[in-house]
């Protein structure tokens, strides 16, 4: 009866026919003896007998399947490993037009960033008119006649100023 | 890769339709899931030896037959209850052989996820211990446990199932 616990965990790999030979003869020769045993043994072989019978393939559903799967993969039966270097060639030249992308993004952005200044520069350039002619006048007061000719298009200026002097 | 090789192909197509078909009742449902199966294997298995590519099929087939069959029991739930009652009385004809059946499936769906897995591998897709193991990526020891303890627990289970139903 020690045997028995032993035995039972055993039945259903035995069942399964998992158990290879020396020790299935010696669980075997147990069942011959134990009724119980025996009993659990037979459900057991039912219940794999019932797990095993599958669903079989007709001739039609073989023809079928092999068919719609060819269709699908024709592309590359037979052409050797050009799956495998597809997708690496694929993500190569994607990370180079990601990259070459990213490079011409950021050009765009800092030239678009310039460009207010540029705007602003040609609507009021850094040496204007008004500019050359104040610096002429500055220039005027302080070194006297010399630079009067540059201002002279602006006689008014310094002749308004004078009765203040 | 070497030429379509017809013998394989076979070979695989029944294994992964005898697990899927055991999971998906539908049977046309069942050839499509092997199908997509084959292909995903052959596509995307970096390995082109047999046994590589048949547990990819497998594993494949079974994750999406799983997908499948819930998709299927919640929309059954939801039609079922008013049509249950009228099978009631038809539900007499059905023979015993597929009553039993019927009970079996019931009975391995409150098995652990790894024993159902286990047994369907190891009988509907007629993998050996070896082979369940990869595809399991476990040892073959534990595989023998789970199968074990899974016919065990099955056996307990179809019983009472059975003479709740019968």
Known sequence: MKNCLDTQNKLPLLAAGEIAEPDATVLHEHLALCASCRTAYDELRRLVGELDARPALTEVEHLRLENSVLRKYSLDAGRPSRRMTLPWAGRVVLRLAAGILLFAAGYVTQEAMREPRIDHSSSAPAWSVRDLRDRAWVGQRLSGPGLHVIARGRTALPEKAEPGI | ?166
Do not use: W
């Open chain 2, 1 to 166: 890769m070497t030429p379509f090789d017809t013998a394989q192909f076979r070979r695989m197509a029944d294994r992964v339709f005898g697990l899927v078909g055991r999971v998906i009742r539908d049977r046309d449902e069942a050839l499509d899931i092997t199908q997509e199966a084959i292909i995903r294997s052959y596509r995307q298995c970096r390995s082109r030896e047999e046994p590589a590519l048949l547990a990819f099929a497998i594993k494949t087939g079974y994750r999406l037959a799983l997908n499948a069959s819930r998709d299927a029991r919640r929309r059954r739930e939801h039609l079922n209850e008013a049509a249950a009652e009228q099978v009631g009385t038809a539900g007499t004809i059905i023979d015993e052989m597929f009553q039993r059946r019927q009970v079996l499936d019931a009975a391995l769906e409150k098995l652990s996820d790894r024993q159902q897995q286990a047994l369907r591998l190891r009988f509907f897709a007629d993998l050996t211990i070896a082979e369940t193991a990869a595809v399991m990526r476990i040892s073959d020891g534990a595989v023998k446990v789970h199968l074990a303890r899974g016919l065990a627990r099955l056996r307990e289970r179809f019983e009472v199932e059975l003479s709740k139903g019968m």
